[in-house]
C-alpha cells in the first residue's frame, strides 16, 4: 500500500479546526500546502496554532485569511528581499488580535 496521497486529499484529511500546526524553517517553504488550506476553507476560520522557528510568508498568507488564533516563534516577517518584520503581524500583535 503506498503512502503516496495528492495534496488536495491531504489538506482534508489531515487539517481540523482548532489544531496547532508545525512549521519547519526551511529554504523550502509550505507554499502549496498553505494556498491548498486557503482554498479548501474558504469562507470559515480554522483558528490555528501556528508553531516554528520563523514565521514566514505561510504565516502570513495564513493570517491574511483569517485561519490564525496564536503564532508561537522568533521571527515574524519576510525574508526577501531582506529580512524585516511584516506589517500585518506587526498591527495585529499591537491591537492584541493575535
Known amino acids: 500500500m503506498s503512502k503516496v496521497m495528492n495534496l488536495g ?4 484529511e489531515v487539517i481540523k479546526p482548532n489544531i496547532s500546526l508545525h512549521f519547519s524553517f526551511t529554504h523550502n517553504r509550505p507554499m502549496a500546502f ?4 486557503i482554498r479548501q476553507f474558504k469562507g470559515t476560520k480554522l ?5 516554528g522557528t520563523g514565521m514566514l510568508e ?3 498568507a495564513l493570517t491574511w485569511a483569517g485561519h490564525v488564533k496564536k503564532m508561537e516563534g522568533a521571527f515574524f516577517g ?5 529580512p524585516r ?5 506587526t498591527t495585529l500583535a ?3 488580535k493575535l
Open 9 to 12: 486529499f491531504c489538506v482534508k
Open 34 to 37: 498553505v494556498w491548498e488550506m
Open 47 to 51: 483558528n490555528l496554532d501556528v508553531v
Open 58 to 60: 505561510y504565516a502570513i
Open 78 to 82: 519576510e525574508t526577501y528581499p531582506a
Open 85 to 89: 518584520p511584516t506589517k500585518l503581524l
Open 94 to 96: 499591537r491591537e492584541e
